[in-house]
T-cell receptor, first 113, second 115 residues
Framework: GQQLNQSPQSMFIQEGEDVSMNCTSS?????WLWYKQDPGEGPVLLIA?????ELTSNGRLTAQFGITRKDSFLNISASIPSDVGIYFC?????????????FGKGTLLTVNP | NAGVTQTPKFQVLKTGQSMTLQCAQD?????MSWYRQDPGMGLRLIHY???????DQGEVPNGYNVSRSTTEDFPLRLLSAAPSQTSVYFC??????????????FGPGTRLTVL
């Protein structure tokens, strides 16, 4: 099946630092999604990307849909302690097929106050 | 709206036992899915449904059954539990092709241990 390679696996940073993580795929996706999971909770959508080359922001978060449709990037600026959690990228084959997401293995983010 | 609800929150089973994980949503979503999450593995799709009476297999369907008799409910059945099914199970729902946003909403999860 399709696989998403997400990196890094974990990050330990100081409060105020910027964070970057990325996801690459062996095949094309027409929608890229970024989720955050807090301990003991289900994933919550942060950003959705629908067009190749698209750059979208949500507060301190910025994500980009790669031109090749095989990758995506998430940046977090000026990290704060509540940014702690696991960040997942997810790919969706086409618009409307959101019942069938393929997830990366996640990036565990730790922020030191 | 309660969103996506899952019961139970925690469950311990012995090998060979059967049980049903419950999932319900009150958002009139057309699509529903079940995922399992294992350490370092991300979420993997077990089964999904695009409407009442319609289900299909995902990436890891073996050992699980589903049915969708109503729009609101999508239970996941373990017929004969095995230790390899120890995991955290998430149910998700979303609007169909005619709805927005085009994304899934996840429940809080069920933590299952099979001894």
């Amino acid at each position: 099946g399709q696989q998403l390679n997400q990196s890094p696996q974990s990050m330990f940073i100081q409060e105020g630092e910027d964070v970057s993580m990325n996801c690459t795929s062996s095949s094309i996706f027409n929608t890229w999604l970024w989720y955050k999971q807090d301990p003991g909770e289900g994933p919550v959508l942060l950003i959705a990307l629908y067009k190749a080359g698209e750059l979208t922001s949500n507060g301190r978060l910025t994500a980009q849909f790669g031109i090749t449709r095989k990758d995506s990037f998430l940046n977090i600026s000026a990290s704060i302690p509540s940014d702690v959690g696991i960040y997942f990228c997810a790919g969706q084959p086409r618009r409307g097929s959101n019942y069938k997401l393929t997830f990366g293995k996640g990036t565990l983010l730790t922020v030191n106050p | 709206n309660a969103g996506v609800t899952q019961t139970p929150k925690f469950q311990v089973l012995k090998t060979g036992q059967s049980m049903t994980l419950q999932c319900a949503q009150d958002m009139n979503h057309e699509y529903m899915s079940w995922y399992r999450q294992d350490p370092g593995m991300g979420l993997r799709l077990i089964h999904y449904s695009v409407g009442a009476g319609i289900t299909d297999q995902g990436e890891v369907p073996n050992g699980y059954n589903v049915s969708r008799s109503t729009t609101e409910d999508f239970p996941l059945r373990l017929l004969s539990a095995a230790p390899s099914q120890t995991s955290v199970y998430f149910c998700a729902s979303s609007y169909g092709t005619s709805g927005t946003p085009d994304t899934q909403y996840f429940g809080p999860g069920t933590r299952l241990t099979v001894l």
